[in-house]
């Protein structure tokens, strides 16, 4: 079955500088690839996501990229603030059917 | 609209109680599905239905059942609760068509002793 790998599991950026979390996956049958976001005690919610006809998606200071060949994608958060801290995660399906597999997840702190 | 709700928030059981967590959708969504998630594991998921009288297993189903009389209501039970349950369980939801984010409930956390 579909495995995520997910880099780094920690990460600490200065507040205004760029984070960068990659994920990688086993499945070249995947092609939906959704990204959320978990703040403290609270539900993960959806940031953005790519579909396998597409390379890169930007929304604002988020984006993401997609390499299907090398079966891997990257979530880029620029000008980061304090509110961005949270554990992100990213995630794999294919087509039809919503059985999501899930990263580890990435716990992203911004410092002040 | 609600969204996905999920009662209780909190539960603590003893080893080899059941109980039922529940999960309602008020967005006509037809995917509904359980996840469980432990510190550095990610999300898990356990079982899934694609429709009103339509379940299966997912990665980690052994210990938990699943129903859907409904396309609103989705509830997972625990028929006898295990320590290595403890975790928090997520509802989720989404349509069926291709390509569909999933939207979670604010979770359920489950300590067994």
């Known amino acids: 079955g579909e495995n995520v790998e997910q880099h780094p599991s920690t990460l600490s950026v200065q507040e205004g500088d760029s984070a960068v979390i990659k994920c990688t996956y086993s499945?070249?049958?995947?092609?939906?690839f959704p990204w959320y976001k978990q703040e403290l005690g609270k539900r993960p919610q959806l940031i953005i996501d790519?579909?396998?006809?597409?390379g890169e998606k930007k929304d604002q200071r988020i984006a993401v990229t997609l390499n299907k060949t090398a079966k891997h994608f990257s979530l880029h958060i620029t000008e980061t603030q304090p509110e961005d801290s949270a554990v992100y995660f990213c995630?794999?399906?294919?087509?039809?059917?919503?059985?999501?597999?899930f990263g580890p997840g990435t716990r992203l702190s911004v410092l002040p | 609209n609600a969204g996905v709700t999920q009662t209780p928030k909190f539960q603590v059981l003893k080893t080899g109680q059941s109980m039922t967590l529940q999960c309602a959708q008020d967005m006509n969504h037809e995917y509904m599905s359980w996840y469980r998630q432990d510190p550095g594991m990610g999300l898990r998921l356990i079982h899934y239905?694609?429709?009103?009288?339509?379940?299966d297993q997912g990665e980690v189903p052994n210990g938990y059942n699943v129903s859907r009389s409904t396309t609103e209501d989705f509830p997972l039970r625990l028929l006898s609760a295990a320590p290595s349950q403890t975790s928090v369980y997520f509802c989720?939801?989404?349509?069926?068509?291709?390509?569909?984010?999933?939207?979670f409930g604010n979770g359920t956390r489950l300590t067994v002793t």
């Open positions: 995630a794999a399906s294919k087509n039809y059917g919503q059985n999501f597999v």
């Open positions: 239905s694609v429709g009103a009288g339509i379940t």
């Open positions: 499945d070249s049958a995947s092609n939906y």
């Open positions: 790519i579909r396998s006809n597409v």
């Open positions: 989720a939801s989404s349509y069926s068509a291709q390509n569909s984010p999933l939207h």
